[in-house]
Protein backbone atom coordinates (compact mmCIF):
# COMPACT_ATOMS: atom_id res chain seq x y z
CA UNK A 1 0.00 0.00 0.00
CA UNK A 2 1.40 3.38 -1.25
CA UNK A 3 0.62 6.35 0.00
CA UNK A 4 0.98 9.70 -2.11
CA UNK A 5 1.76 13.29 0.64
CA UNK A 6 -0.58 15.44 0.21
CA UNK A 7 0.12 17.90 -2.73
CA UNK A 8 0.40 21.35 -2.15
CA UNK A 9 -2.43 23.63 -4.49
CA UNK A 10 -0.36 26.42 -5.33
CA UNK A 11 2.00 25.14 -6.57
CA UNK A 12 0.17 23.11 -8.79
CA UNK A 13 0.22 25.07 -11.79
CA UNK A 14 2.59 27.72 -11.46
CA UNK A 15 2.98 27.98 -14.92
CA UNK A 16 0.10 30.20 -15.91
CA UNK A 17 0.73 32.45 -12.88
CA UNK A 18 4.39 33.18 -14.23
CA UNK A 19 2.76 34.05 -17.90
CA UNK A 20 -0.09 36.20 -16.50
CA UNK A 21 2.11 38.27 -14.38
CA UNK A 22 4.59 38.15 -17.56
CA UNK A 23 1.75 39.79 -19.56
CA UNK A 24 1.21 42.34 -16.44
CA UNK A 25 4.71 43.54 -16.51
CA UNK A 26 4.86 44.09 -20.25
CA UNK A 27 1.72 45.76 -20.28
CA UNK A 28 2.76 48.45 -16.94
CA UNK A 29 5.87 48.53 -18.67
CA UNK A 30 4.37 50.01 -22.09
CA UNK A 31 1.80 52.15 -19.96
CA UNK A 32 5.09 53.69 -17.96
CA UNK A 33 6.76 54.34 -21.33
CA UNK A 34 3.92 56.36 -22.91
CA UNK A 35 3.25 58.08 -19.15
CA UNK A 36 6.91 59.07 -19.17
CA UNK A 37 7.12 60.02 -22.48
CA UNK A 38 4.07 62.22 -22.73
CA UNK A 39 4.58 63.87 -18.92
CA UNK A 40 8.30 64.09 -19.59
CA UNK A 41 9.14 64.29 -23.05
CA UNK A 42 6.28 66.53 -24.38
CA UNK A 43 6.27 69.02 -21.33
CA UNK A 44 10.07 69.36 -20.77
CA UNK A 45 12.29 67.93 -23.66
CA UNK A 46 10.48 68.95 -26.50
CA UNK A 47 8.83 71.48 -25.17
CA UNK A 48 10.24 74.45 -27.59
CA UNK A 49 9.54 71.89 -30.50
CA UNK A 50 5.94 71.66 -29.48
CA UNK A 51 5.11 75.21 -29.18
CA UNK A 52 5.71 75.68 -32.77
CA UNK A 53 1.83 74.14 -33.06
CA UNK A 54 -0.87 75.62 -31.60
CA UNK A 55 -4.48 74.26 -30.22
CA UNK A 56 -7.03 77.43 -29.77
CA UNK A 57 -4.22 80.37 -28.55
CA UNK A 58 -2.19 78.16 -26.94
CA UNK A 59 1.03 76.58 -27.85
CA UNK A 60 1.17 72.83 -27.81
CA UNK A 61 4.39 71.99 -25.48
CA UNK A 62 2.08 74.62 -23.30
CA UNK A 63 -0.94 72.46 -23.91
CA UNK A 64 0.90 69.15 -22.90
CA UNK A 65 2.57 70.09 -19.91
CA UNK A 66 -1.17 71.81 -18.41
CA UNK A 67 -3.61 69.81 -19.64
CA UNK A 68 -2.81 67.00 -22.20
CA UNK A 69 -0.45 65.07 -20.05
CA UNK A 70 -3.33 64.39 -17.21
CA UNK A 71 -5.74 63.54 -20.19
CA UNK A 72 -3.26 60.89 -20.85
CA UNK A 73 -2.86 59.79 -17.57
CA UNK A 74 -6.47 59.11 -17.35
CA UNK A 75 -6.65 57.47 -20.77
CA UNK A 76 -3.69 55.30 -19.74
CA UNK A 77 -5.52 54.13 -16.06
CA UNK A 78 -8.83 53.34 -18.22
CA UNK A 79 -6.58 51.12 -21.01
CA UNK A 80 -4.96 49.36 -17.96
CA UNK A 81 -8.20 48.35 -16.39
CA UNK A 82 -9.78 46.93 -19.81
CA UNK A 83 -6.49 45.37 -20.62
CA UNK A 84 -6.26 43.46 -17.01
CA UNK A 85 -9.98 42.97 -17.11
CA UNK A 86 -9.25 40.55 -20.41
CA UNK A 87 -5.94 39.03 -19.05
CA UNK A 88 -7.96 38.22 -15.73
CA UNK A 89 -10.50 36.17 -17.70
CA UNK A 90 -7.79 34.89 -20.32
CA UNK A 91 -5.99 33.38 -17.12
CA UNK A 92 -9.20 32.61 -14.96
CA UNK A 93 -7.65 34.50 -12.06
CA UNK A 94 -11.14 35.87 -9.62
CA UNK A 95 -10.36 38.73 -7.53
Keep these: MSSTPP ?22 GILLFIWAFVSFGCSVLWI ?16 FAQQGSMYVFLILI ?7 DYL ?8
Design 48 to 63: EWLNQYKIGNLPLGFW
Design 7 to 28: RDPSSARPEPKVAYWRQNLIVI
Design 78 to 84: LVYALVM
Design 88 to 95: DRKHDVKE
